[in-house]
């Protein structure tokens, strides 16, 4: 079974297009994440979601939205998308366990805009 | 916030004992680090985390200095399917802290037979 579960795994599309992204974890994890990879394979944090608290990282553009349904959801919404935006983005959940916090990743969304 | 620092590759051959240094010089008291693997096309998975001395597990282990301004992974023994991109990920643990989870450049790790 898939912890970590993102649709759609590729995604092509036009400048100036709407988008979102699916994420579920079956994991009952009360933290998801999304993070954006570009091609330098720079991983940087973009949204966190924390038993219903969102927490943006200053340096992303409001056009980029977190949308939670429930716990174990985590959809990112696009808007006017610019080529910019090409990457790779994961979702991730974690959990803490004492003094040890694992992020559970999922497969990646491969972003194209032409 | 902490800034993290990896070599950009390293190779190494098949049995021998791999360390990757990351530095984190800008570390706070409430940090912790991790390091995470990648495969092409798949998301990171988690190798390991301490916050000092020394951490070890089926996988790895951790080794951090009493300055804590760096760290060493050290994979013993690697094989060719240890060939990955390894992150070091420096950042308090508690959840949701975005912005405050920097993770480095990552260092791409060639297993050569």
């Known amino acids: 079974d898939t912890a970590v579960s993102q649709t759609p795994k590729y995604l092509v599309t036009q400048m100036g297009n709407d988008k979102s992204i699916k994420c579920e974890q079956n994991?009952?994890?009360?933290?998801m994440y999304w993070y954006k990879q570009d091609s330098k394979k720079f991983l940087k944090i973009m949204f966190s979601y924390n038993n219903k608290e969102l927490i943006i990282n200053e340096t992303v553009p409001n056009r980029f939205s977190p949308k939670s349904p429930d716990k174990a959801h985590l959809n990112l919404h696009i808007n006017s998308l610019e080529l910019g935006d090409s990457a790779v983005y994961f979702c991730a959940s974690s959990r803490r366990s004492g003094r040890q916090e694992t992020q559970y990743f999922g497969p990646g969304t491969r972003l194209l805009v032409l | 916030l902490a800034k993290t620092t990896q070599p950009i590759s390293m190779d190494s051959y098949e049995g021998q004992e791999v360390n990757i240094t990351c530095s984190h010089n800008n570390i706070a008291t409430n940090d912790y680090i991790t390091w995470y693997q990648q495969f092409p096309s798949q998301g990171p998975r988690f190798i390991i985390q301490g916050y000092k001395t020394k951490v070890t597990n089926e996988v790895a282990s951790l080794f951090i200095p009493a300055d804590r301004k760096s760290s060493t992974l050290s994979l013993p023994r690697v094989s060719l399917s240890d060939t990955a991109v390894y992150y070091c990920?420096?950042?308090?643990?508690?959840?949701?802290?975005?912005?405050?989870?920097?993770f480095g450049q990552g260092t791409t790790l060639q297993v050569k037979p």
């Open positions: 990920l420096v950042g308090p643990l508690t959840s949701g802290n975005t912005g405050k989870l920097i």
């Open positions: 994991l009952g994890h009360d933290t």
